[in-house]
């Protein structure tokens, strides 16, 4: 599978992974590929994938007379072979002063993969802890690797092998349209962002500045973990497991709570949040309210817990999770659905007291009732706890503030 150019030379397209998969699934003595192409499956089907760069190549692997050995793929040269299998986060936890509450928040997210808002002032660090959220995440598996490469082979980005273990951290510009959001396209209908960041972050900057329609489109995805893309003649479903990352203002000035430098109306600042509607905020777990960090801080700032350190607790957690679901086919808590929930997640009855009189008091809705029990589940996770008390429900009910506000509104 490749273009072939008039000089000989043996090109690229897009969608080499899936096919070489699809070679080894029906039981095909091996694929050739172009070597751009080919090193993505370096890590896969080393044994059953020539790389060629011409179609001289070609020619020798099909007549058979000649030693081929040196053509498969893991015996190629390809760029980024000597990248670090991980790739480094631009911000790490300890850069970050304050926010200890949001970093916790961010903490349990990544732990769990649930979807995460922050709100807040310019300049009180959302973008920065977003950032730094890609250094705590887990390595992915060698499953979830697979199908995110698949992905990107698809859409003809190809990941290098040396970035094959690192999550996917996508942050498109809030004015992306709907195609390139969700996936789309005229002659091929090729992935959109929610399926590059499949088994990682998608991260929404200036969240309520997004078009409505492209706010709303994200509901379906969110719950289904996929997307159906329809057109006159063909219909396509990908992958879109995606960890939402967020952050909004809080108004349309940006200084609501902090002190009297707000400028907006009452109506102002409650149509401003209003255009995350009720489904949406339904569907992301963890909100955080954050505040400017004092100036004061920056000139001595106080000692924090690194990247590293908090990474290791969420490896723990995923990899507790990972046991618990290896028969379910899913990888977090955050995936679980409402069966799981009732299986994997028991309550003893003061749980169940405390959670009642938070639904009672919030107004939540059966939806957000289930995302406090997966965010508890997580908490206990971390915690290596086994069971779900109490005070996790307390904590977990924490991070549903705008819940109550609008209640409240």
Partial sequence: MGELGLDGSVRAVPGALPIASLAEAQGKKGCILPLDAAGLCRDYYPDSVYAVGNLMEVMQILGGGEDTEKLLVKNRKYAGEE????????VDFSQIVGQEFAKRGLEIAAAGGHNLLMI????SGKSSLAKALAGILPPLTPEESLETSKIYSVAGLYRNPGTALSRPFRSPHYSASIPAIIGGGSDSILPGEISLAHNGVLFLD?????????????????????????RLKTKVTYPASFMLAAAANPCPCGYYGEG?????????????????????????DIQLWMHAVDALK???????ESSASVRERVIRARARQRERFREEGIFTNAAMNNRMIEKYCPMDESCKKVLKQTIERMGLSARACMRIIRIARTIADLENSADISMFHI????????LDKQQNTI
């Fill in 83 to 90: 990248e670090s299998c991980e790739k480094l986060a631009e």
């Fill in 120 to 123: 807040g002032p310019p300049g």
């Fill in 206 to 230: 200036e969240f309520c500045e997004a078009p409505k329609k492209v706010i709303e489109a994200l509901r379906g995805p969110m719950e289904d973990r996929q997307v159906t893309i329809s």
């Fill in 260 to 284: 009297n430098r707000c400028r907006c109306t009452p109506g102002q600042r409650a149509g401003y949040i209003s255009r995350l509607s009720g489904p949406m905020m339904d569907r992301i």
């Fill in 298 to 304: 920056l000139i001595n700032p106080p000692k924090s």
């Fill in 394 to 401: 307390s904590e977990a009910a924490g991070y549903r503030f």
